[in-house]
């Protein structure tokens, strides 16, 4: 059973770090373009970053740019997301989300699976 599993969320202060990962199970991640998305209630999966499976490439939404870096570990069948200087305004709950394209794909409805998410506060 082809399987996404989040960790790593939290509470942290502004200016703080983070690092989000994505432990996949059932499947091997080298051959899936990886997305991570975030969510706030009432409002509509946003895409923040993503990482293509053939050579790496990568794309940031403009306001976390210069702030987190999507990465992969084939060997480890995770993926990551390092958030630094984290602001309020990053506070959702941020999902991974993996399917097999060899390009990196920024839209959410392109992916069939998903995690189920994991919450980051960003406050004092």
């Known amino acids: 059973q082809l399987q996404l599993v989040e960790s790593g969320g939290g509470l942290v202060q502004p200016g703080g770090s983070l690092r989000l990962s994505c432990a996949a199970s059932?499947?091997?991640?080298?051959?899936?373009?990886i997305g991570w998305f975030r969510q706030a209630p009432g409002k509509e999966r946003e895409g923040v970053s993503c990482i293509s499976s053939s050579d790496g490439t990568t794309y940031y939404e403009d306001s976390v740019k210069g702030r987190f870096t999507i990465s992969r570990d084939n060997a480890k069948n995770t993926a990551y997301l390092q958030m630094n200087s984290l602001k309020p305004e990053d506070t959702d709950v941020y999902y991974c989300a993996a399917d097999e394209y060899q390009i990196m794909v920024k839209v959410a409805n392109r992916y069939k699976n998903w995690g189920q998410g994991t919450r980051v506060t960003v406050s004092l």
């Open positions: 059932g499947f091997t991640l080298d051959d899936y373009a």
